[in-house]
């Protein structure tokens, strides 16, 4: 399967990412910094460097996911972190409808999984 990991190489992002390759699994995590860029390939994943605000990509790095997990960065220095919270998930959503709804069904994916 092609799993894109949002979330970076956070707590949770990094070891679901090696278990994913570690799986067998093709990989994408998106991260906003360019830094993380080999930190990520490393674990044998591929770096899509982008936002979450930005609709365009998420849609572009979307296409071909056979599930997608959404991880929303915590938003610390948003004045207003219920509307963050909000838009953000807005984007995911509105980027992964565009490529036919696959947000939020990684666990369910794999929980089918043979692999």
């Known amino acids: 399967m092609k799993i894109i990991v949002t979330g970076s ?4 992002s990094q070891p679901l990412t090696t ?15 360019p830094e993380r860029q080999k930190d990520i390939e490393a674990l044998g994943a591929a770096a899509a460097i982008g936002t979450l605000e930005d609709v365009d990509f998420l849609a572009a790095t979307f ?18 972190r219920l509307t963050y919270y909000s838009r953000i ?6 980027g992964d409808s565009t490529v036919g709804g696959k947000a ?3 666990t369910q994916q794999l929980w089918r999984s043979p692999g």
Do not use: F, R, W
């Open 104 to 106: 939020g069904h990684l």
């Open 9 to 12: 190489l956070g707590n949770i």
């Open 89 to 94: 998930a807005g984007n995911l959503c509105k």
């Open 63 to 80: 296409t071909g996911a056979d599930a997608v997990y959404c991880m929303i960065p915590p938003g610390l220095s948003e004045p207003d």
């Open 19 to 33: 278990e994913l390759v570690q799986k067998g699994h093709t990989v994408v995590v998106i991260s906003s910094s």
